[in-house]
């Protein structure tokens, strides 16, 4: 599908954000690895939490929707078979986390993905889990991943990217060994699978960028995703540079390990507040509201960059609209994303008249707060929804209207997108 884009005269109104994509992945395998009967309320319909969904299917687990968002997982049948064929699809999550899930089991289990899934880095977890014994067979560390499941050794281990999937998957590994396994990152990463099986009951300890965990049996609980904040992400994006906006998203999950753009949002100066905070499964959720704001370029560097990593695409679309220069460093891990989104970004953003130059591990921005972008010309958003999104968010301050071309990517993560932006418009 390829979509035109036109000029917004504002954003106003308010919406609740759909679930969270990385929650949703983690609600749906570790509940199949409770032996029991889970509920998972709230969880993400993107093709990429489907592709999680149809994996637990195929190790065994009965999946049923309850209603549109709510699914019931039976785990009482899962992992009885010798051999499986797992198709993972778009998702570095799914293949990453699940080969920690089932390297340290009794079975052997084939990885696939798409095309774009086929040329991401698998190294960074196959060297860990090897060093835990585990056994695959690859390509020049690429997937089709094959495991040969066997008993593992705990390891202590530091990681040299700040990655949540890396860190998740020698975690899952853990789960399922015998003595402490630990992982120090650069960086801390999300923690999402951290307090998940905290609430689960696993017998796991995590402070800052070290996390430990022993053996253990997770308790079959219910869950509940809250919203996802990188979703919200584009919507505040929009709000803070559409002359004219105000808008209130509800139920964004706040952990502060995804926070870094609202972080960086408040530094550029945009007006934007977080209201009624609570706990849900040990996850913080609250609502943000956004309104047009004036901005000012910043340096984005450092310990804050896994914190707003999957957010830098829009982040480059809020800069063009700051005062001054915004420099983005220490993210060159975004070449290995679903497409290299530092060049890709930056072809992009340049057609439609931004001012961007790319560096070898980030980018620079000239913002300019007076003239609106160019436009007028088509895009492309190379099979990555989050790039399809941000230009999608950069249309909406163009002087004419661009074109994305195969802006159906956005399914990945957000197939509700254009609903809640024709809401938002109305
Ligand atoms: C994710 C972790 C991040 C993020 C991805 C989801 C997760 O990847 O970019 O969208 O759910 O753990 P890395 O861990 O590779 O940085």
């Not at 690429?142 to 020698?170: H, M, N, R, W």
């Not at 896994?306 to 993210?331: H, N």
């Amino acid at each position: 599908m390829n979509l035109t884009v036109y000029k917004s005269s504002g954003l106003n109104g308010e919406f609740i954000i759909p679930p969270d994509k990385s929650i949703s992945h983690r609600a749906a395998m570790f509940s199949a690895l409770t032996d029991g009967i889970v509920e998972v309320d709230n969880y993400s319909l993107g093709a990429d939490c489907i592709s999680t969904l149809n994996i637990i299917k195929a190790l065994g687990c009965e999946v049923d929707f309850i209603s549109e968002n709510r699914i019931k997982i039976n785990a009482q049948n899962a992992f009885k078979k010798d051999r499986y064929n797992l198709d993972c699809g778009n998702s570095g999550t799914s293949m990453r986390l699940f080969s920690g899930i089932l390297a340290s089991r009794d079975l052997e289990a084939r990885l696939y993905g798409d095309e774009s899934l086929s040329k991401r880095p698998m190294k960074r977890i196959i060297i860990p889990l090897e060093l835990m014994g585990a056994k695959f067979k690859h390509n020049q560390y690429k997937a089709p991943l094959v495991i040969k499941g066997k008993e593992l050794f705990p390891i202590d281990y530091k990681t040299p990217v700040a990655s949540a999937q890396v860190k998740s998957c020698i975690l899952l590994a853990g789960l399922n060994t015998y003595g402490e396994t630990k992982v120090t990152e650069p960086f801390l990463s999300r923690d999402h699978t951290e307090r998940m099986l905290a609430y689960l009951d696993a017998d796991i300890e995590y402070s800052q960028n070290i996390s430990k965990i022993r053996k253990s049996v997770l308790t079959p609980k219910n869950l509940k995703v809250c919203g996802d904040i990188s979703s919200a992400a584009f919507f505040m994006v929009a709000a803070a540079i559409v002359p004219n906006s105000d808008i209130l998203i509800k139920n964004v999950g706040l952990n502060p390990t995804r926070t870094g753009i609202v972080d960086v949002m408040q530094k550029m100066g945009a007006d934007i507040e977080i209201l009624d905070k609570k706990l849900i499964c040990n996850e913080e959720v609250g609502d943000i509201r956004v309104r047009t704001s004036e901005l000012k370029g910043i340096t984005i560097e450092g310990e804050i960059i896994p914190r707003l990593i999957d957010e830098l695409p829009v982040i480059a679309v809020l800069a063009s609209q700051a005062c001054g220069s915004t420099i983005v460093k220490d993210a060159s891990d975004l070449r290995n994303k679903e497409s290299d989104r530092i060049k890709c970004l930056v072809s992009e953003l340049k057609k439609i008249g931004v001012q961007i130059e790319e560096t070898e591990d980030g980018f620079v921005i000239e913002g300019n707060v007076n003239s609106k972008l160019e436009g007028g010309c088509e895009t492309e958003c190379y099979h990555d929804h989050r790039l399809a999104m941000s230009l999608y968010i950069a249309g909406l301050i163009c002087q004419k209207p661009i074109v994305i071309n195969q802006f159906q990517w956005v399914d990945i993560s957000f197939p509700e997108f254009l609903k809640f932006m024709d809401i938002l418009q109305a």
